[in-house]
């Protein structure tokens, strides 16, 4: 039972033996509603260590992709974050690595992967032996994909392997807004989009069956917000499940950002969307709520002190591979360890890992770690990190559970 793991955790901890006694009671009434890994989990934050695997790794297999969109922190001629090289760019993980970080992360009770990243997945020739290994080890699965690659061969063996979800990133209604969006990505590729994503839909009910979910990724900006309407009704038309809609927040584009009048103008438009929606059976994903509210125009930032007032938690529930570096604690390029002469398990269980979680939990406030690739741990990435609405849901989960007042 999961709770003989608590007492033996709590047992090393260096808590009093009050406290002990009434940790062990909260975690009794947690394991009625929480799985065994988030409650070891949730141990870990209060512990200081990994006890478990993370929830959720997000996988990148390729650094090459197919397009070159505006906004891209990687790809973009406008926008790159840095510079990337072209032998950066032609990057993939050999298949001898990917299985053994897939073995680890099954050890270790990961529950989700995503193929994503710096990359477009479907580039890399093994991706479908690549999901199939995934799909065997019982670990739901996600890939995210601009779709142009999303051809018939593709989505009959996604659909039939059994896919949980696919994202597909497109940004627009229509091909004019396309093409502003995607630079050199030629004529017709929208209409080829569209084709591909209502094959896999139709495909889908030819085999009776609901998987994979289909979600529509919109970034929002100057150029395609009045659009949110239609792109409701496109992603309908194309047999979507879900969207996900992002607002667009990288500097280096500040001329096509959202203006503080224009972010409320698209919340009242989002307003009508999320109605019309749900004539569709369409879900609109929450986290637009959350970058609405916290969102700044000026800085491109949301949830911007979030982390300096409660703490980061993604170090017990999430870790990342790039492909060309190594293992990153979070969505940003905070690179850990290598992978090239260790296994994901030794790093995820190390000292070194455990004393990052404690200090990002903590807000940094007594100390920060120089990362591998000579990034702080904190920094300025975490005013607008991508983990932040798993970020405030372990929170919110810590609130909930009474938890905070034993790791401050």
């Known amino acids: 039972m999961v709770i003989n793991q608590v007492v033996e955790n709590l047992n090393n901890s260096s808590f009093k ?42 996988l990148d297999i390729s650094n090459s992709c ?20 072209e032998e950066w760019k032609k990057k993939k993980i050999e298949l001898r690595k990917f299985k053994e970080l897939v073995d680890d992360l099954d050890e270790l009770s990961t529950e989700l992967i995503f193929f994503s990243g710096a990359g477009e997945p479907l580039t890399h020739p093994d991706v479908i032996e ?22 018939k061969d593709y989505s009959k063996k996604l659909v039939d392997m059994g896919l949980e979800e696919l994202y597909c ?9 396309y093409e502003e969006l995607h630079p050199f990505s030629g004529k017709n590729i929208f209409k080829k989009i569209e084709d591909n994503i209502s094959f896999l839909s139709s495909y889908k009910k030819q ?21 949110t309407m239609d792109m409701l009704e496109w992603a309908n038309n194309v047999g979507a499940n879900e969207i996900r809609f992002q607002l667009m927040h990288n500097i280096k584009l500040k001329n096509i950002m959202l203006s503080e009048k224009e972010k409320t103008e698209f919340n009242d438009i989002l ?3 999320k109605e019309k929606a749900n004539d569709y059976n369409i879900n609109i994903q929450n986290n637009i709520n959350v970058q609405i509210k916290s969102f700044e125009p000026k800085s491109g930032n949301w949830e911007a002190n979030f982390y300096k007032d409660k703490g980061c938690f993604v170090g017990w529930y999430f870790s990342r591979y790039w492909v060309s570096d190594g293992i990153s604690f979070c969505c940003a390029h905070k690179i850990i360890d290598s992978l090239e002469d260790k296994r994901f398990k030794d790093i995820w269980l190390s000292e070194n890992y455990n004393k990052m979680r404690v200090i990002a939990r903590d807000c940094g406030l007594k100390e920060n770690f120089v990362m591998r690739d000579g990034n702080l741990l904190l920094d300025e990435e975490c005013e607008h990190g991508g983990n932040y609405d798993l970020n405030r849901s372990i929170y919110e989960k810590l609130k909930k559970y009474g938890l905070l007042r034993f790791i401050r």
């Open 17 to 58: 033996l009050s406290e002990k006694k009434e940790l062990t009671e909260i975690f009794r009434k947690i394991s009625k509603y929480e799985s065994k890994e988030d409650v070891l989990r949730l141990l870990g934050i209060v512990c200081c260590k990994a006890i478990v695997g993370p929830a959720y790794f997000h």
């Open 66 to 85: 197919n397009l070159k969109c505006l906004y891209c922190w990687f790809h973009s001629k406008d926008a790159a974050d840095r510079y990337y090289s």
């Open 130 to 151: 690549m999901a199939r290994y995934v799909k065997n080890k019982d670990i739901h699965l996600q890939i995210f994909t601009n779709a142009v690659l999303l051809n």
């Open 169 to 177: 990133s497109i940004s627009a209604s229509n091909s004019k807004t």
């Open 207 to 227: 085999k009776n069956k609901s998987l994979p979910r289909i979600i529509i990724i919109e970034v929002i900006n100057k150029l395609n917000y009045r659009e």
């Open 271 to 273: 307003k009508k969307v």
